[in-house]
T-cell receptor, first 118, second 113 residues
Framework: NAGVTQTPKFQVLKTGQSMTLQCAQDMNHNSMYWYRQDPGMGLRLIYY???????DKGEVPNGYNVSRLNKREFSLRLESAAPSQTSVYFC?????????????????FGAGTRLSVL | QKEVEQNSGPLSVPEGAIASLNCTYSDRGSQSFFWYRQYSGKSPELIMS????GDKEDGRFTAQLNKASQYVSLLIRDSQPSDSATYLC?????????????FGSGTRLSIRP
């Protein structure tokens, strides 16, 4: 099992360009998450999907869109990249997170995508 | 007030001593609490989870939870250089339609020989 796989690992964009970060998990988890991590800020939740077909905003959703393509895949799109979106992006999945099932919600992380926007 | 707060450190502890990491949270309804370790340039990995008041021990690690005071702590006994990392406290917050994990900003721990 690969766990949680993110692509790409590194990306450099120019301001205004768009791109999609891909995430896939093979653990049959219902819930998937996108975080960004900036120095001294910990992990901040961008969007999450408690189950296939649903998505919800997290703490910092502005400038991003997501798609839960199927149970395995959850993508994050930057429509018009800005320098403030320079960060490390982590995808995670968990076996909890849905209504009434969130008591544990242990998260498993991908290796991260290091994004620079110039 | 941030939902999950940690002292950013760095916390410097001599090898072999006990490292104590603390975390407070704002949502009284939270039921699940986690400690993740993150080495520089790597992704977070779960080291402890705790769901009820009291202590939970796993090897050199002990998690402590006090829901009345809304704090959770992590003790690392016999600290080793390999324990040098950033430790993230995480709290599962249940909302009407789903639950989500909120992370603290992390405490950087350095074990000095």
């Amino acid at each position: 099992n690969a766990g949680v796989t993110q692509t790409p690992k590194f990306q450099v964009l120019k301001t205004g360009q768009s791109m999609t970060l891909q995430c896939a998990q093979d653990m049959n988890h219902n819930s998937m998450y996108w975080y960004r991590q900036d120095p001294g800020m910990g992990l901040r939740l961008i969007y999450y999907s408690a189950s296939e077909g649903t998505t919800d905003k997290g703490e910092v959703p502005n400038g991003y869109n997501v798609s839960r393509l199927n149970k395995r895949e959850f993508s994050l799109r930057l429509e018009s990249a800005a320098p403030s979106q320079t960060s490390v992006y982590f995808c995670a999945s968990s076996d909890g997170g849905g209504r009434g099932l969130g008591a544990k919600n242990i998260q498993y992380f991908g290796a991260g995508t290091r994004l620079s926007v110039l | 007030q941030k939902e999950v707060e940690q002292n950013s450190g760095p916390l410097s502890v001599p090898e072999g001593a006990i490292a104590s990491l603390n975390c407070t949270y704002s949502d009284r309804g939270s039921q699940s609490f986690f400690w993740y370790r993150q080495y520089s340039g790597k992704s977070p990995e779960l080291i402890m989870s705790i769901y009820s008041n009291g202590d939970k021990e796993d090897g050199r690690f002990t998690a402590q939870l006090n829901k009345a005071s809304q704090y959770v702590s992590l003790l690392i006994r016999d600290s080793q250089p390999s324990d040098s990392a950033t430790y993230l406290c995480a709290v599962n917050m249940v909302q009407s339609s789903a639950s989500k994990i909120i992370f603290g900003s992390g405490t950087r721990l350095s074990i000095r020989p």
